[in-house]
């Protein structure tokens, strides 16, 4: 098997910065040398003086090639995997879909279908149930047979993933039985659904209405109501997607109860803002649930506290691309057609790179703990993936960390016609990427391969207090 050391970098993990060298023996890291030891003798030697040395992240929330309403996310497994590695992302967590009516293992066997073969990094799966009866529950034992251990439901798009408390409640009783983690999008659908029909009764039909709404109250009563069935239930919960302060004062409270509940927020909330969906039709590109949120209401804020001090674990993406054009545009006549997402997952380690290394937001070691290893640890990939480490895989990610770089659709991997990014500058240039020992990016090429990607059976949540 090959050998590498990578030389002269600063290796971060969530918990330390040091100088070391990281010496890799086919896919794992080997051994972490102290800097002045004498060189061993190796295949390859990556020279990474004056980069800072991370582990491959962690999108634990993406969405290749999904329905939604009459248009399927443009990503495939194929694209949207490239362009994650292209942002220093090694591993994707991904969701097959259980519509109402379908078989749950059904639908867990077409995702391995789409997704085995052709990835370009390792995956894995959380399971949408989107139909709650006697049926899926049985056949969630045979998913979580196949090492999917986080499962996720929906109190939003009512008809469509939507379930009632009740149905929420059995499914995390059936969670509890054997310690896996409930996920939830947390929006009150069926108040969301009065609106937006009051609103296209009122011809108010453009994009900003799809904003307006979805109040961040309507999201912090269903974090609330989730959280409280959790906990009754004695089964750990995730919120997905945290767009409003209410929801991240919910999981600050519920963890000051030492309740196990955790939650992510995605780059679009910390950087994007109501007013983008503000500017007529343009403004579809910005519609996603929940929605972008006003500034001036305190939520990008509370979102960035969240994160830098621990109230909130994750960042993902929630990677759901459409076209501007053919897709976006299917609503605009009619907010409510518009298919609801935004294209994220190669911009994701980039933006928090950037937020530490430019803007001060956080500690490169606080980023690295929400991009890589809480993800590992919340969905029991560690400390397999999510460190550098002695036996951890070696995903590795070298950063310039002097080099700006500007995003646009130019210039992008991810397959969509526009970029919610155009034109901002990041500090900090993505270099190499490993995954699994095998250089994947490398001199601004793509070396990695569509079948490179494993699958990757979870452990259980390796987070609860
Ligand atoms: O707008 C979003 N979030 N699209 C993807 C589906 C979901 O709810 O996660
Ligand atoms: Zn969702
Ligand atoms: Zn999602």
Redesign the pocket.
């Known amino acids: 098997m090959a050998t590498t050391l990578i030389r002269g970098g600063t290796v971060v993990t969530a918990t330390e910065s040091t100088r070391a060298d990281v010496l890799i023996d086919g896919e794992k890291i080997v051994a972490l040398l102290a800097a002045e030891a004498p060189v061993p003798e190796v295949d390859r030697i990556i020279d990474a003086n004056g980069r800072l040395v991370l582990p491959g992240s962690i999108d634990a929330?993406t969405?290749m090639e999904?329905p939604?309403g009459a248009a399927t996310?443009k990503d495939t497994f194929e694209t949207g995997t490239r362009a994650a590695a292209w942002g220093g992302t090694t591993t994707i967590i991904d969701?097959p879909i259980q519509m109402k009516g379908d078989s749950l293992i059904g639908s867990f066997e077409e995702t391995m279908a789409k997704a085995a073969g052709h990835s370009a990094i390792d995956f894995g799966f959380h399971q949408i149930v989107g139909d709650v009866n006697e049926q899926s529950l049985a056949e969630l034992d045979l998913v979580l047979a196949e090492g999917v251990t986080s499962y996720?439901l929906?109190t939003?798009?009512p008809g469509v993933?939507y379930s009632t408390d009740g149905e929420v409640a059995k499914v995390m009783q059936w969670a509890a039985t054997n310690g896996s983690t409930i996920l939830m999008?947390a929006e009150n659908g069926a108040v969301i659904d009065l609106l937006r029909a009051q609103a296209v009764a009122r011809g108010d039909t453009a994009p900003l209405a799809h904003a307006l709404t979805r109040p961040a109250e309507l999201e912090g009563e269903a974090a609330h109501r989730v959280i409280l069935l959790a906990e009754m239930t004695g089964t750990p919960v995730y919120i997905?997607?945290i767009s409003a302060k209410q929801v991240v004062e919910e999981i600050a409270q519920a963890r000051h109860r030492v309740t196990n509940a955790f939650g992510e927020t995605c780059p679009q909330y910390l950087y994007l803002e109501l007013g983008m969906l503000d500017q007529g039709f343009e403004g579809a590109k910005f519609?996603?649930?929940?929605p972008l949120r006003d500034p001036a209401d305190g939520h990008q804020e509370a979102l960035w506290q969240g994160l830098a001090s621990g109230d909130l674990q994750v960042i993902a993406t929630?990677h759901?691309p459409f076209d501007f054009e053919g897709q976006k545009t299917l609503g605009r006549d009619d907010f409510t057609k518009i298919?609801?997402?935004?294209p994220v997952v190669e911009h994701r380690f980039p933006l928090m790179i950037h937020a530490a290394l430019a803007e001060e937001r956080m500690s490169l070691q606080r980023v690295v703990d929400i991009s890589c290893t809480a993800p590992a640890k919340l969905f029991g990939l560690y400390p397999q993936k999510g460190t550098i480490a002695v036996g951890s895989d070696a995903d590795i990610v070298i950063v310039d960390p002097h080099a700006k770089v500007v995003l646009s659709a130019e210039t992008h991997h991810m397959n969509v016609d526009y970029s919610c990014f155009e034109e901002m500058e990041l500090t900090g240039e993505i270099e190499t990427v490993l995954s699994r020992g095998r250089e994947i990016v490398a001199d601004r090429q793509f070396h990695g391969s569509r079948t490179h990607g494993r699958y990757l059976r979870r452990g259980l949540n390796q987070m609860l207090v």
């Open positions: 929330h969405h999904i939604f996310s969701f996720k929906f939003a798009y993933y999008h997905v997607h519609v996603c649930s929940p929630d759901c298919p609801n997402g935004l």
